[in-house]
T-cell receptor, first 112, second 113 residues
Framework: AQTVTQSQPEMSVQEAETVTLSCTYD???????LFWYKQPPSRQMILVIR??????QNATENRFSVNFQKAAKSFSLKISDSQLGDAAMYFC?????????FGAGTRLTVKP | SAVISQKPSRDICQRGTSLTIQCQVD?????MFWYRQQPGQSLTLIAT?????????ESGFVIDKFPISRPNLTFSTLTVSNMSPEDSSIYLC??????????FGPGTRLTVL
């Protein structure tokens, strides 16, 4: 079964600094998608970024970028120029066919 | 993308009663899902809501406890039946317009006394 592991239950970053959240996954599939979702206290799950496994180029969305290492099955999220509004739970997720799995989440605190 | 609304946003219920949660999508989507998120934890898939047929349940979830309806391509309901305090959770609806990205509703916070 596919599993998603986030080894950092909590992380903190100073405002305007950069932070990296880790995610590893286990799969025997060759075709899949990876996502990072953000869940602020409002509990609304918000898509931050997505990566198709067949693409070698790392996805980027403004201040958010990923480091996708397919052979190592690693998918980390880098947040640059952190803002107070980035404070939230971040979930790494894996999808193959109709199977969607989420990691346990990393709580990010942003210090002013 | 898809915009998803859920009703109610929260509720407090008595043990032994049932609650039906509604999920509305602003466009027709093939795939809709229901998740449970227990306090401080990640999301667990309850079932895939199939239009025109019975929902597909994940291991550990049964239709008698969590009946799901999907009458059309924009709407689904999840009922939490015969509730106990262990059912206190956030219940999230999601939709995947193209079978890749899932967009989520705001969730329903359920407290069972």
């Amino acid at each position: 079964a596919q599993t998603v592991t986030q080894s950092q239950p909590e992380m903190s970053v100073q405002e305007a600094e950069t932070v990296t959240l880790s995610c590893t996954y286990d799969t025997s599939e060759s075709d899949y998608y990876l996502f990072w979702y953000k869940q602020p206290p409002s509990r609304q799950m918000i898509l931050v970024i997505r990566q198709e496994a067949y693409k070698q180029q790392n996805a980027t969305e403004n201040r958010f970028s990923v480091n996708f290492q397919k052979a190592a099955k690693s998918f980390s999220l880098k947040i640059s120029d952190s803002q107070l509004g980035d404070a939230a739970m971040y979930f790494c997720a894996y999808r193959s066919n109709n199977d969607m799995r989420f990691g346990a989440g990393t709580r990010l605190t942003v210090k002013p | 993308s898809a915009v998803i609304s859920q009703k109610p946003s929260r509720d407090i219920c008595q043990r032994g009663t049932s609650l039906t949660i509604q999920c509305q999508v602003d466009s027709q989507v093939t795939m809709m899902f229901w998740y449970r998120q227990q306090p401080g934890q990640s999301l667990t898939l309850i079932a895939t809501a199939n239009q025109g047929s019975e929902a597909t349940y994940e291991s550990g979830f049964v239709i008698d406890k969590f009946p799901i309806s999907r009458p059309n391509l924009t709407f689904s309901t999840l009922t939490v039946s015969n509730m106990s305090p262990e059912d206190s959770s956030i219940y999230l609806c999601s939709a995947s317009p193209q079978g890749v990205v899932e967009f989520f509703g705001p969730g329903t916070r359920l407290t069972v006394l």
